[in-house]
């Protein structure tokens, strides 16, 4: 069984998450999604429209979806090793980054690769949080 990992806040969510999981879910047999805890939200220093367990609970109706757990810390390698991924899937945002260079690597010694999804252009939560600011 091919498992795969994805994570993310999934806040007002949109046709850019349900375009990652779906792809995602089409490279495995078993898809987890990692959604964000609150705590980890106000960490990062922004704040979720939609409260945890709302967003959870979406992310869990999507039928690509197999399992959902909560996202508590940045540590995507730690994750993959619990859950035997063989698949850690993010957009394209983070392609060829520094960052994301050092994590490939960690990942390539437990036998995960990371697949990049190409980033939807025109839709983020962020724009969509700025479009209900102005209304």
Known sequence: MIIGY?????????IGHLSLLKN?????DRLVVGVTTDELVSYKGKQAT????????????VRYV?????????????M??????????????WYDTPKWK???EELANIGTKVVYFPY??????TMLNESLKKI
């Open 6 to 14: 994805t994570s993310g806040v999934y806040d007002l969510f949109h």
């Open 24 to 28: 995602a879910k089409a490279m495995c």
């Open 50 to 61: 939609i409260c945890y367990g709302d967003r959870a609970e979406i992310v869990r109706s």
């Open 66 to 78: 197999d399992a959902v757990v909560p996202q508590e810390n940045m540590d995507k390698v730690a």
């Open 80 to 93: 993959c090793r619990k859950l035997k991924a063989e698949y850690l899937f993010v957009g394209d945002d």
């Open 102 to 104: 050092q994590i490939e």
């Open 120 to 125: 939807t252009k025109g839709i983020s939560s």
